[in-house]
């Protein structure tokens, strides 16, 4: 079946097509707000500091573009993002939790309410630290900022509440997104905020070619290396690994039938985006908390604290080092959420079902947690090295990327991801139809 004709069965389907529209308008909203500054903020010299700052243009990123307008949505979705990574990380060390995300529905439901309680608090803090990071980001460290002397404590309070409110708000849209079975809310709205930016970055390149015809050379390097990762994208992001699954022979109608063959399929990147969205979230903490401490009293502490804030700012072989080892290491840590290798064993000795050589039960667990280990290396190490081409692209050709590798992958991602779930849509409703 053709494009043309698929995309016509979509939109002649009642419910696809409200669904579609309903998310387009969310999507709207979003953009709509992440345009609303927050009152009395000049956001010039803001703008002027995101370029060439690796922790704010990764900031500016996970908040969809809210964050350069000082936005009532600045935040984004950062602290909904860090409070999910929370109760994943106790559900793999705290019993309770992980016996709660063994409940099912009902414990998911518990999970999910505690999530978004925690999301509040975070939202204050992050809310606060953004702003001092802003702060010292745009008029240098120690120095007297032009955000804070608007800020009284009126101010303060009112600013804080407004930014929290804007992530609750986008918290919400989030998931009422992802109720229309259309992708992944929280990646949706990411992945509006790097759209909408393309016209201005589009523009931005035509002013320079025009201004300097020898820097075509450098954007049609540019195209070179975006269309090599977004084909790399999609050759990772479809990859699997078909692990062979035969059945026991079964009595049908006192004949024996011998047992059918199919496959298991294994993806290289199981995770997704979601890995590398983890992973930002992450490498924007430690310049936060060192914000609280550069004028510490004690000599030690600042020079520490000013230390790390100058490695993340700056984004050299340190910052890239760590960005791609909270990469892989994310990698591996969503997949062992995700895919369980005890449970599927489990289900295919109950169905009489093994693989081939290997006895059912705990050989079949070792068995299928050693293949995606193998597999996982691959898609984990891709992502890493897409998650700094930005910074290798400048290594060694002194060029900034316009859009980064990192976006490209949220892109090509979130897009894969919602045809998949829109192909899955459409074929529910065309057997409910026929049925």
Do not use: C
């Amino acid at each position: 079946m053709s494009f043309s004709t698929r995309f016509k069965q979509f939109l002649t389907t009642k419910q696809l097509r409200n669904d579609l529209i309903f998310v387009l308008l969310m999507l709207v909203a979003f953009r709509f707000l992440a345009h609303i500054p927050v009152p009395g903020i000049d956001t010039t010299a803001l703008r002027a500091s995101l370029s060439g700052n690796q922790v704010l243009g990764l900031l500016n990123l996970l908040t969809g573009g809210g964050l350069e307008n000082f936005s009532i949505v600045m935040l984004g979705v950062g602290p909904y993002i860090t409070s999910s990574i929370i109760f994943q990380l106790l559900g793999m060390i705290v019993p309770y939790f992980e016996d709660l995300s063994k409940e099912g529905e009902r414990g998911q439901r518990i999970i999910n309410k505690w999530t978004r309680l925690l999301t509040v608090p975070l939202a204050a803090l992050q809310g606060y630290s953004t702003i001092i990071f802003l702060s010292r980001a745009s008029s240098g460290a120690g120095s007297a900022s032009q955000f804070l002397d608007q800020f009284t404590p009126i101010t303060w309070v009112t600013t804080i509440i407004t930014v929290m409110a804007g992530t609750v708000l986008l918290m919400w849209i989030g998931e009422i997104i992802s109720e229309r079975s259309l992708g992944n809310g929280i990646s949706l709205l990411i992945f509006a905020g790097i759209i909408a930016s393309l016209p201005q970055a589009a523009f931005q390149i035509g002013l320079d070619i025009s201004n300097n015809p020898a820097s075509l050379t450098n954007y049609v390097l540019l195209l070179v290396i975006a269309v090599i990762v977004v084909a790399g994208v999609v050759f990772i992001t479809e990859g699997q690994r078909n692990v062979p699954i035969a059945h026991a022979r079964q009595m049908r109608g006192g004949r024996l039938m011998s047992g059918a063959q199919n496959y298991l399929p294994l993806r290289v990147n199981m995770a997704g985006v979601i890995p590398i969205i983890f992973a930002i979230s992450v490498v924007l903490f430690p310049p936060f908390i060192a914000q609280f401490f550069v004028r510490a009293t004690s000599p030690w502490v600042a020079d520490v604290a000013g230390f790390i804030i100058n490695i993340f700012q700056q984004g050299g072989l340190p910052y890239g080092i760590i960005y791609f080892v909270l990469v892989v290491a994310f990698t591996y840590f969503y997949t062992a959420i995700i895919f369980q290798p005890r449970q599927i064993a489990e289900n295919l000795q109950k169905q009489g079902s093994f693989i081939p050589g290997i006895r059912p039960g705990k050989e079949t667990e070792v068995y299928m947690q050693a293949v995606v280990n193998r597999i996982l290396l691959a898609g984990s190490v891709f992502l890493g090295i897409i998650a700094i081409l930005p910074l290798l692209v400048q290594s060694f050709t002194g060029f900034n990327l316009v859009i980064g590798g990192t976006s490209l992958l949220i892109v090509v991602s979130v897009i894969i991801e919602s045809m998949k779930k829109v192909e899955a849509q459409m074929a529910y409703h065309s057997y409910s139809y026929d049925a």
